[in-house]
């Protein structure tokens, strides 16, 4: 079955870096599109990152451009989010996410930006 495992968070001062990883497993991960989302407390989740895994296209939210980088790893079926410069309002769980008919997550991975 599919299942997508994140890892990676923590707490991180602001202006810190964190990198954030999804393993995927069963299905062919060359074809869906693969998405970071984030939510907090009372918010609807996010979509945070895109990549194409066949195209290695990616699309990002206005407020992470320039400081996060999506990109995937093929042949080990992963993902990653490289997080730049964070700050306080980066404050989420990020989730995995496999595009398609048929949506799938992650239990998502907590992000907290503290000094």
């Known amino acids: 079955q599919v299942q997508l495992v994140e890892s990676g968070g923590g707490l991180v001062q602001p202006g810190g870096s964190l990198s954030l990883s999804c393993y995927a497993s069963?299905?062919?991960?060359?074809?869906?599109?693969m998405n970071w989302y984030r939510q907090t407390p009372g918010k609807e989740r996010e979509l945070v990152a895109s990549i194409s895994p066949s195209s290695l296209s990616t699309l990002y939210v206005a407020s992470v451009k320039g400081r996060f980088t999506i990109s995937i790893d093929n042949a080990k079926n992963t993902m990653y989010l490289q997080m730049n410069s964070l700050q306080p309002e980066d404050t989420a769980i990020y989730y995995c996410?496999?595009?398609?008919?048929?949506?799938?997550w992650g239990h998502g991975t907590r992000v907290t930006v503290s000094s």
């Open positions: 996410n496999r595009g398609g008919l048929t949506g799938y």
């Open positions: 069963g299905f062919t991960f060359n074809d869906y599109v």
